[in-house]
């Protein structure tokens, strides 16, 4: 559970926030309105930092445009390196396992105060009834697993199949009239909601998996336990991520996405519902559930990644007891354990240098350079190859596609078929000759609208020919009309 909103809580929490700290900052609407551009609107897990200056240059300039250049005098990197090495900032800058280039990311608490104001604007729909039904079958389900009756197991899944039974009957007599409008929009807009707070949610884990191995690293630094006790109490927290209960969730999270069944599943039953009458506004809006198991995949696989970075170097660092640099390693442990000591108090910040800030160089996180083996070129001919006998005119053989004359076939097809013909009809009147690119012409022909057609995308229908090698090829397309002119 959440602590008590106490007093000595929300004061501390005033200091130390950065959702509360983006909230009453002077440039609150430009970085409220960067942020949800950048990152929540587009559902972008992390953004290049070149990239991320791009952006931002661009935001200004469409905000200069209107409010003028002075409100915001700034350059965009300047902007973004405030937010990056501000104390408890809004952005974390780091170099990915697998690039060179360095990425940026939100810290969960920016994310969540956008959500927040989200919310703030109000839900276009609140269902209830969805809700409440879902709170109860977890309860239900929650009943049914702790407990330790079998009888009331039993009793419970013998009505569960009762039910089922009852709904069997409804349908195969047509008595079942399925979801209203309403409830399918009700429930469209939970399983939107859900699924966007489940994607801000990942943040917010990588971000515990940090503090996790933060504490168990001070634990360690702090012991003062002699080597033996000390290796025993380290050996016991190798897995110490893994073995979280949020490392537990979330292992059985990305074991569950990586299953065939469930993407296949959850692609199949998205595209069914998004191509309902009553679910045309998500289908057209909704971006995040078009592409919902991209997304997941997306933020499930950097989350893993870090995860198991995480834990490879909190394998290495408790694993450094080795007897040749046994000093070195105290010595860094006792500055590590000073530090620790005077991380409570603020004002003791012994990196703080007024007037001065150090730019962190990921020169040395990269690989070394490695130079490419040079071409050796002889510009020296054989007098035998001075004159090759080689063939050029495949060079220069283009194949001529003629409108006018698919535009006859067109013409043609239409007289003999009262006004209306299939592209299929006229190729079966007027075999292609010139392989796909033919085909692609009476294409474009038909999207250029200079002859009227009907593209039907609900319906398919399949085009053949027959290449130079007698080889059957065949393309499958949405059918297409080609109507005569008014």
């Known amino acids: 559970m959440a602590d008590d909103l106490s007093f000595d809580y929300l004061n501390q929490l005033k200091k130390t926030s950065s959702a509360l700290r983006l909230l009453g900052a002077d440039h609150f609407p430009l970085l409220g309105s960067f942020f949800y551009l950048a990152f929540i609107q587009k559902n972008r897990r992390a953004i290049p930092y070149q990239e991320l200056i791009a952006i931002l240059d661009h935001h200004l300039s469409d905000i200069a445009e209107t409010y003028g250049e002075k409100l915001y005098p700034k350059t965009a990197k300047a902007y973004i390196d405030d937010w990056i090495n501000l104390k408890g900032g809004y952005l974390r800058k780091y170099l990915p396992q697998q690039g060179e280039e360095p990425e940026c990311d939100l810290f969960p608490e920016v994310e969540k105060a956008l959500r927040w104001l989200e919310e703030l604007q109000g839900r276009r729909f609140v269902g209830t009834e969805s809700r409440l039904k879902l709170?109860?079958?977890?309860?239900?389900?929650?009943?049914?697993?702790?407990s330790a009756d079998k009888e009331a197991k039993l009793q419970a899944l013998k009505q569960k199949k009762v039910e089922l039974e009852q709904e069997i009957i409804a349908v195969e007599q047509g008595m079942d009239?399925?979801?209203?409008?309403?409830?399918?929009?009700?429930?469209?807009?939970?399983?939107?909601?859900?699924?966007?707070q489940l994607l801000g949610d990942f943040r917010q884990v990588e971000a515990n998996f940090r503090d996790l191995d933060k504490e168990t690293r001070k634990k360690i630094t702090i012991s003062g336990s002699k080597k033996g006790k000390l290796l025993d109490q380290v050996f016991s927290n190798q897995d110490v991520i893994d073995d979280s209960d949020e490392g537990k969730s979330?292992?059985?999270?990305?074991?569950?996405?990586?299953?065939p069944d469930m993407r296949t599943t959850l692609r199949k039953n998205l595209k069914q519902l998004l191509n309902l009458e009553h679910s045309k506004e998500f289908a057209q809006n909704d971006d995040l559930l078009l592409h919902l198991y991209a997304y997941?995949?997306?933020a499930g696989t950097k989350v893993n990644s870090t995860k198991q970075l995480i834990t490879d170097q909190l394998r290495r660092y408790i694993q450094e007891q080795s007897q040749d640099n046994k000093r070195i390693i105290e010595l860094i442990r006792e500055f590590e354990a000073k530090t620790h000591e005077l991380e409570p108090d603020p004002s003791q910040y012994f990196t703080d240098i007024d007037s001065f800030q150090a730019e962190i160089s990921s020169l040395f996180s990269?690989?070394?350079?490695?130079?490419?083996?040079?071409?050796?070129?002889?510009?020296?001919l054989d007098e035998a190859d001075s004159n090759p006998d080689v063939d050029l005119s495949t060079l220069f053989e283009v194949s001529h596609i003629d409108e006018v004359k698919l535009q006859r076939n067109i013409n043609l097809c239409l007289q003999q078929n009262n006004?209306?013909?299939?592209?299929?009809?006229?190729?079966?009147?007027?075999?292609?000759?010139?392989?796909?690119?033919?085909l692609l012409t009476y294409i474009k022909m038909a999207c250029e609208q200079e002859t009227p057609a009907h593209i039907d995308e609900q319906h398919s229908q399949s085009i053949s020919w027959q290449t130079e090698g007698n080889i059957?090829?065949?393309?499958?397309?949405?059918?297409?009309?080609f109507l005569r002119k008014a």
């Open 135 to 146: 709170v109860l079958q977890l309860l239900q389900n929650l009943v049914q697993g702790t």
């Open 177 to 196: 009239s399925g979801y209203s409008r309403t409830q399918v929009r009700e429930h469209m807009f939970l399983v939107s909601d859900m699924s966007r």
């Open 250 to 259: 979330f292992s059985a999270f990305f074991e569950l996405l990586m299953t």
């Open 296 to 298: 997941l995949l997306d």
């Open 366 to 380: 990269r690989r070394l350079f490695n130079p490419k083996d040079k071409e050796q070129l002889n510009s020296q």
């Open 419 to 438: 006004g209306q013909a299939t592209l299929a009809q006229i190729i079966e009147h007027n075999p292609i000759q010139y392989g796909l690119d033919e």
């Open 472 to 481: 059957t090829r065949r393309a499958s397309l949405p059918q297409i009309t």
